[in-house]
């Protein structure tokens, strides 16, 4: 009973304790030390650093430090190297000039106050380590091609261990594979050694990381000779016996370089990191593969590095202990080896002891509890001192890992260490217990302003002090009742949460603690915000090199809340190019390198939260070429080709095409021969004989082809007879007498062999035997002469060369040539279906007769002439044309009412046969044609008078005229029509008892005994005031009606323009300008007035005349109305323009050019003067030709006789006032090389004649002549 009552104590005592141990004591209040900083237990330090030791620690009063060393007391003082840092236990050892080992050993710190003393772990201090390769001379190691080997590093021990590694002379990494790695210990091995593996400088580095050095070792030589290189060798010294078989090294199975035996153990402690290897040999390589024998392996904390050897498993925990199989296999065989891990456990906390802070009479539990293998054990101390030899306290209890306190009193504040350990480790925790007596205080600033982001859960912080501990409670504004229960925490260290903050949630919100000592009071506010989100995502893109990729990523954000972008490539920064180009919402790679795929994340960051996506960018290219372009099995007739493929830039290969070129008919072209799916790299190509071929090979992907690769070597194939005839032989005649056997030529490639040639062979079908035949190179036909008259025969073209015929060659019918038929077309008859349509009909002319192959029927037919008396004769001729299974035919579009011709004739390919005899048909009446006018002259208030003129096509006789007219209001709506049937002879009908100024809509046609034929339409107003009746009416021609709408029209010239001026009383609306050039036969040009009765007409032309006329148009935009026509000349020369003459910029120009002039002729002067001759005797020996060159129109130089240093003037000529060119002392003249002084000059200056040669003349003649005036004359005087 009385176990139980203090089993339930205990238990109370634990729960109290736990409240109690929640609180800090603030630092103005009386506590114990608590060690803040330390060193850690293992302690390696740099020997070229000073040492320090860390030990910092808090308290009220602030508390003193003291250091022991190996167990015992280490007086600082007593050592100048040693200083303790102010208001620290930091210790400062300054090895300058002493050697930093002496200072090795285990440290301890304690901080002590008047409450109590803390201690810190033992620090044992060790100097780093990294000592030089010791002296050794390796000797070169040859082995066997085959054999396993190992390489043997051998590092010095370094404290810590170094990290191993193997590299060359030039310090790169000798490559490793399955076959070659590297083992824990640093040691490199070789499964089978191989030729390529001989090498000298296989050197082992040691890098120790603490100090940063490293250490080589001496380089290794490793010489591999395979068999008969190790016979040449050892036949040396053995009198050149053979050492070794013949045979090379033998495969072997498996077996185990390390670990040795079938079984092996490791022992490793829980969290570490536990590491297995197995290196085996054979031949093949063998390949390693692990597995636990007692379960699976920890998947998300296993690896297998150094190509599988090597079973690494991190954090490691008990359940790992076990054993594990690592199996080695090859071709040959199998074999195990068997681990034993056994997994042991340095002390780790279950539950550390916490400070406990206790009122006067309270009760607290200090808990330190801890496991590991084997279990360690719990031992306390109190004040650095063990427990038992401390002062004796009644309120406090030890049972093994736990320390009750009751009934706590003022002075019973200390400093308590637990400490647990074993055989692998120990675990050292100070707790303080310190009694107060406090009123609470609220720790928490007052008015903190927290925000959170809408469904996040928010806390609000209270945190306070007190002994006893307080009570908080939560208000919100100005609310009296407590924030308790849902969607309220409270949390034991007086936190409030809302689990899912929401925006009416914001608000102020009041802590209040409470504790028999008083009372404290805060306030803290509560913003709750709108997440932020990005709305358009970044999309993954493919996109070619070169080109520009934008990511986009848009985001919607609480307004308070400013947001700033940052992108990642790969979870790490962008690089730092200017190609890279960051926006508000985009992120812009221009000129996209492969370097530039991955995944680019965009992140959106606040104050309060984040938003990321991501995006992959996979850039695409044309393919690398193939490359090492390989020929093998060779043959005749084929020839296998490999090839490697290049880089296809994340776009998979879709096929590659493989060109070839014949460099022996085609060099320079390169020929498509085959193709081959993009999962091949071998193609098997089929040959032809007597070609020089060289392959290359281009691979295609989504982006297109690749460059070509490099050519493969050159590849010949042996000629041989051709295997192929000539295609697309024919056989037809050009003449009546022949026939031409044509073909297609082989190419080169299809040639076979050399001397290429076609044997011709034809017959006579059904009549000749015997082939006749001709042997022809380099043509593709062949005339066949005096055969008769498009009959059969039979043909065939046989490719031979210098090695044999080509196979038999297929025969094909061939016709020899055509003539022209001998017969026309019998019985040829026709038949009148309507006035526009007329059926022929003949017979077939006999078979013999057309003398080819029948093409077809030609019908020739022309009108006569009209039945009407005043139509006049028609001759032309047309034709249609009819298969040759046709014997009738229709002639279509005829027009009614006349006479025509027609006769018909049979064709073939030569051309047409006679013709029959013509004959004569008449076809029927029509309806007419529309009337060619209809004018409306004479408006009257009442009436109007229309004539018109009758229709140009009649068609047959005219029986009369239907006229139909109906009014038309201002909304265009039509009123009643009335009907008036006039005679044939009539002209002219004047209609009376019409409303005035009312517009009137006309329908006119003619009529024929066939009907009525198409109409025409006018309209016309009638006026509203008879003061204009007498105003004379214009006739503008056919399909233009007047009315006297428009008056005063007059116009006036300007600078700008003639502007037109006029008055209008009509009623329609749309009025216009028109205009055109007098006595031009173009189109009217239009303009339109908006409104106004005045029009500026712009852009015409100086010096001409123009007729201007003003119209209203109609709904139907048809002429209304239309004013008189005015003339409007536009003068040549305007006022505006200014005599050019008399400007001052002028004159200076002129004057600028004279000067030059000047110039240029005393530069000529002075060049004449220099002496010498115009070199056309010299040109004339140079040349064969003596036809003279024309003057190039650029220089003013005579083509080839120019003057090859300068365009020099001719020597001796000057200029005369008029122009001409007068002859000097010159013994040369352009006109004595002209025909009898012909040569003249065209307007533009060059040359006109030919050049004949120098005419011999002595100095005697005149000096004269104005038969050619001079280039140079005439450019000058352009200026002037």
Not at 424 to 452: H, I, K, M, W
Not at 1253 to 1277: I, L, Q
């Amino acid at each position: 009973m009385m176990e139980r009552t203090r089993k339930c104590a205990m238990l109370l005592v634990l729960c109290l304790g736990h409240l109690a141990s929640s609180l800090e004591v603030p630092l103005d209040l009386p506590q114990p030390p608590t060690i803040t900083h330390e060193s850690p237990k293992d302690y390696i330090i740099d020997p070229r650093e000073n040492i320090v030791i860390l030990c910092d620690a808090k308290g009220k009063p602030y508390p003193s430090f003291f250091w022991t060393r190996n167990g015992t007391h280490f007086d600082i003082d007593m050592d100048p190297k040693v200083t303790m840092k102010p208001h620290s236990g930091t210790l400062v050892v300054d090895i300058s000039g002493e050697k930093a080992e002496s200072y090795e050993g285990v440290y301890q710190c304690t901080a002590r106050n008047d409450h109590g003393t803390a201690v810190s772990n033992n620090i044992i201090v060790r100097q780093s380590k990294s000592p030089l390769w010791s002296k050794e001379r390796n000797e070169p190691i040859v082995v066997r091609e085959g054999v396993s080997l190992v390489l043997h590093c051998r590092p010095p021990a370094g404290l810590p261990p170094p990290i191993i590694f193997w590299m060359d002379n030039n310090f790169q990494r000798l490559p490793q594979s399955s076959r070659v790695s590297q083992a824990l210990n640093g040691d490199l091995y070789f499964s089978n050694i191989l030729k390529e593996d001989s090498r000298s400088d296989y050197i082992c580095y040691a890098r120790f990381p603490h100090t940063q050095t490293i250490q080589q070792k001496q380089p290794i030589t490793v010489k591999v000779l395979n068999l008969d290189a190790i016979n040449e060798t050892m036949a040396d010294f053995y009198n050149g016996t053979d050492i070794f078989s013949d045979s090379p090294a033998e495969e072997r199975k498996p077996s185990f370089l390390i670990p040795s035996g079938p079984t092996s153990s490791k022992l490793v402690l829980r969290g570490q990191v536990l590491e297995m290897e197995c290196i085996a040999e054979g031949l093949p390589t063998p390949e390693i593969s692990w597995s636990k024998v007692s379960g699976e392996l920890p998947a998300e904390r296993t690896s297998f590095p150094h190509f599988q050897k090597t079973l690494r498993i991190v954090n490691v925990s008990t359940s790992d202990a076990g054993d594990y199989r690592c199996t080695a296999r090859n071709s040959l065989g199998i074999i195990h080896h068997t681990i034993r891990v056994t997994v042991k456990a340095a002390p780790y906390w279950i539950t550390y002891p916490k400070n406990l802070v206790l009122a006067p009479r309270e009760t607290g539990v200090l808990t330190c509890r801890a496991n590991g293998l084997p279990k360690p054990t719990i031992t306390w101390t109190m004040n650095g001192v063990s427990i038992e030899n401390s002062p004796r306290d009644p309120s406090r209890t030890v049972e093994d890992d736990t320390i009750i306190f009751t009934q706590v009193q003022i002075g019973s504040s200390a400093v308590y260490q637990c400490n647990a350990s074993n055989e692998y480790g120990y675990l050292l925790a100070n707790a303080f217990v310190n009694v107060l007596s406090e009123p609470p205080r609220v720790l928490t600033p007052a008015d903190t302003v927290y925000q959170v982001i809408r469904n996040n859960p928010a806390l609000l912080d209270c945190s306070v002090f007190g002994s006893p501990i307080p009570n908080i409670t939560w208000f919100k504004d100005s609310r009296s009742s407590t924030l308790d229960g849902d969607p309220y925490i409270l949390h034991d260290n007086g936190t409030l949460e809302i689990h899912v903050a929401q925006a009416q949630n914001s608000g102020k919100y009041i802590c209040v603690a409470r504790n028999f000592l008083g009372i404290s009071v805060n306030h803290v506010y509560l913003q709750v915000k709108e997440p932020t989100r990005i709305l358009k995502q970044p999309e993954y893109k493919v996109v070619k090199r070169s080109n520009s990729v934008v990511f986009e990523c848009k985001v919607k954000h609480d307004p308070s809340l400013l947001p700033t972008v940052t992108w990642l490539k790969d979870n790490g920064e962008l690089p730092d190019d200017e190609r890279f180009v960051v926006d508000n919402d985009s992120l812009t790679i221009t000129k996209v390198t492969e370097s530039d795929e991955g995944v680019y994340t965009c992140i959106m960051n606040t104050s309060l939260d984040q938003d990321s996506a991501s995006a992959k960018l996979t850039v695409v290219e044309y393919p690398d070429p193939p490359t090492d372009l390989e020929l093998t099995d060779q043959r005749d007739r084929s020839v296998q080709l490999t090839w490697i493929p290049g880089n296809e830039y994340n776009s998979p290969i879709q096929k590659f095409l493989i060109q070839y070129e014949d460099s022996l008919h085609h060099h320079g072209h390169w020929h498509n021969m085959t193709e081959v799916p993009g999962t091949r790299t071998t193609a098997h190509l089929k040959l032809s004989p007597y070609v020089h071929y060289t392959f290359r090979v281009l691979a295609l992907n989504a982006v297109g082809l690749s460059q070509p690769s490099y050519p493969s070597r050159m590849y010949k194939t042996r000629p041989a007879a051709p295997d192929e005839n000539p295609s697309g032989v024919e056989g037809h005649g050009t003449e009546h007498d022949n026939l031409v056997i044509s073909w297609k030529p082989l190419p080169g490639l299809q040639s076979n062999g050399r001397g290429l040639q076609y044997k011709v062979m034809w017959r006579q079908k059904e009549v000749d035997n015997q082939w006749s035949s001709v042997t022809v190179a380099n043509v593709s036909k062949f005339v066949v002469s005096g055969t008769p008259t498009f009959v059969p025969y039979e043909v065939k073209v046989q490719a031979l060369n210098e090695h044999g015929p080509g196979p038999e060659p297929p025969t094909i019918i061939g016709y020899s040539g055509e003539d022209l038929p001998e017969s026309p077309p019998d019985n040829v008859q026709f038949i009148v279906l309507n006035s526009t349509l007329v059926e022929i009909h003949w017979e077939h002319v006999p078979a013999k007769s057309v003398r080819g192959r029948l093409k077809g029927y030609k019908l020739f037919y022309w009108k006569e002439q009209s039945l009407h008396k005043h139509n006049s004769h028609h001759v032309e001729q047309h034709v249609l044309l009819f298969s040759g299974n046709k014997s009738h035919g229709m002639l279509p579009g005829l027009e009614p009412f006349s006479l025509y011709a027609f006769n018909v004739r049979a064709y073939n390919s030569r051309g047409e046969g006679p013709a029959c005899t013509s004959q004569q048909f008449e076809t029927p009446e029509g309806v007419p044609g529309h009337p060619s006018f209809l004018r409306i002259t004479n408006p009257n208030l009442d009436s109007l008078t229309l004539s018109w003129g009758p229709p140009h096509n009649r068609n047959g006789h005219l029986t009369g005229y239907t006229l139909r007219y109906q009014t038309v209001n201002n909304s265009n709506e039509l009123g009643p029509v009335v009907e008036l049937a006039l005679p044939p002879n009539e002209t002219s009908v004047t209609l009376l008892n019409l409303k005035y100024s009312t517009r009137y809509k006309f329908y006119f046609n003619a009529k024929t005994n066939r009907g009525a034929g198409p109409a025409i339409t006018e309209e016309a107003i009638t006026i509203m005031d008879e003061a204009l009746i007498h105003q004379p009416a214009v006739d503008v021609g056919p399909a233009l009606p007047t009315a006297p709408a428009f008056g005063n029209v007059n116009s006036s010239l300007g600078e700008d323009g003639a502007l037109i001026s006029w008055e209008y009383w009509g009623l329609e609306k749309d009025v216009y300008v028109e205009y055109l050039v007098k006595n031009s036969e173009e189109e009217w040009h239009t303009e339109y007035v908006n409104g106004s009765q005045t029009y500026l007409l712009r852009g015409l032309k100086e010096g001409l005349s123009y007729r201007v006329r003003v119209v209203a148009r109609g709904h139907s935009d048809q002429a209304v109305h239309h004013s008189e026509e005015l003339l409007v000349t536009v003068p040549a020369m305007a006022s505006r323009q200014v005599d050019i003459a008399t400007q001052g910029w002028f004159i200076g120009l002129m004057c600028a050019i004279a000067l030059l002039i000047l110039v240029l002729l005393i530069i000529c002067f002075i060049q004449r003067n220099k002496g010498g001759k115009y070199p056309v005797k010299e040109k004339e020996d140079a040349h064969t030709d003596p036809e003279f060159q024309p003057m190039k129109d650029d220089d003013c130089t005579f083509g080839e006789y120019s003057d090859s240093e300068d365009h020099k003037p001719l020597k001796g000529s000057r200029t005369s006032s008029n122009g001409t060119v007068k002859r000097g002392d010159s013994d040369d003249s352009l006109v004595d090389y002209g025909d009898a002084g012909d040569g003249q000059f065209n307007e533009d200056g060059s040359f006109i004649g030919q050049y004949s040669g120098k005419r011999e003349r002595d100095t005697g003649e005149g000096h004269e002549s104005s038969e050619a005036p001079s280039p140079v004359n005439n450019a000058m005087n352009s200026f002037v």
